[in-house]
């Protein structure tokens, strides 16, 4: 019964902030704001964390999360408005009991830290989000690096104090928004291999703001507000237990089927496949170029090795012009060590090996059978 009336607060707190959200509700001198950062999970929107701001406020009944990473699933045309950048995403609100339910559910972390501002900037912060919430400013086309739950996050607080952020964060400073990226997605390495094939030269760029949830943990934790620790704890609300990692596995794995694929391709069915296969990708990938907005996803020099000239490969052996076939192997073969020169520069050799090695193959055999 308890429960009940407590969600049937909550709903009622829900409606009153949607449909009255330029009535501003004044924080009792307890307030709290805290940011939320939440661990990784395997889905693969979830791959990267995700953050949150907490509002509590027991004298008022008060404990919320919001956050900007909301979408909705069944958008119409959900996964070309998501590849184009155009998808709107929105500010969530929940109570926190739920919201950490959900990821307690999910084996995700939920990691807590209440920030040492005055009150007034606490109310700043709460008018912004309360008023913003329900409404078209909630609306924003996400970024993958430069405007999504964390980035926002970032900028509403500062924007609302005088806090600078300290960048010097242990594991990020000096390194590539990719190699930063690379450190979770070895984790998953299928999506992190295709993630890492779509992205171009912006992500390539050394890191220079926040744009990963625990990025903002660590940058909390070094920050000083005032001559002060910007927040004095992290408080763990849930830590996630140890999965068994099959990443090894999963890399061998893709490698060998690569290399017996290569193999494979001594004939000429499956080199046909093989090239074909490899040349519609290099089409959607230089396609992405002119469709996406989004900016991760343009230059992108992996068509060095997801390359058009497959397809050109494909029509030479198919019309037996052996002598064009070859000087297309040769062109295609140029690029490649020009690609593998440009990931072990920008390190991220591993991720791509098993991929590269299987065209490599192929076009050594492919070579041979033609000579």
């Known amino acids: 019964m308890y429960r009940f009336f407590k969600n049937i607060l909550v709903v009622c707190l829900f409606f009153t902030f949607s449909i009255s959200y330029c009535q501003s509700i004044t924080l009792s001198d307890q307030a709290k704001v805290s940011v939320i950062t939440c661990g990784t999970g395997n889905e693969l929107h979830s791959l990267f964390g995700h953050t949150g701001i ?46 950490l339910f959900n990821y307690q559910m999910s084996n995700r972390s939920v990691w807590e830290q209440p920030l040492e501002i005055s009150l007034e900037n606490k109310q700043a912060v709460f008018d912004e989000l309360a008023s913003t919430y329900g409404t078209k400013k909630a609306l924003y086309t996400y970024k993958f690096i430069d405007k999504n739950c964390t980035t926002l996050a970032v900028d509403l607080i500062e924007k609302h104090t005088d806090v600078v952020f300290n960048l010097n964060i242990p594991g990020a400073k000096g390194l590539s928004n990719r190699e930063i990226l690379n450190v979770y997605l070895q984790k998953n390495y299928i999506p992190g291999l295709g993630i890492n094939l779509v992205f171009g030269t912006k992500t390539d760029k ?163 059978l033609t000579k």
Request: proline share 2%; net charge neutral.
């Open 54 to 99: 907490r509002i509590l406020d027991e004298t008022l009944g008060i404990d919320l999360v919001y956050n900007y990473g909301a979408f909705d699933f069944s958008a119409p045309n959900f996964y070309g408005k998501f590849l184009k950048g155009d998808l709107l995403y929105f500010i969530g609100l929940d109570d926190f009991n739920s919201f």
């Open 206 to 368: 050394v890191f220079n703001h926040i744009f990963l949830p625990e990025q903002l943990l660590q940058a909390i934790q070094l920050t000083q507000y005032k001559n002060q620790p910007i927040s004095n704890q992290v408080i763990s609300h849930y830590e996630a237990h140890a999965e068994s990692s099959s990443t090894l596995f999963i890399i061998t794995g893709t490698a060998v089927f690569f290399i017996i694929l290569g193999f494979l391709c001594m004939y000429k069915w499956v080199a046909y496949s093989f090239y074909i296969f490899i040349g519609m990708l290099s089409l959607f990938l230089f396609g992405m170029q002119f469709y996406s907005l989004h900016n991760e996803v343009h230059y992108n020099y992996n068509l060095l090795l997801i390359n058009p000239l497959f397809l050109l490969a494909f029509f030479y052996l198919l019309t037996n012009q052996l002598k064009k076939y070859k000087t297309t192997i040769k062109y295609i073969s140029y690029c490649i060590t020009i690609y593998i020169g440009l990931v072990i520069f920008n390190g991220y050799l591993f991720m791509v090996f098993p991929i590269l090695l299987g065209i490599s193959l192929t076009l050594f055999i492919q070579w041979k």
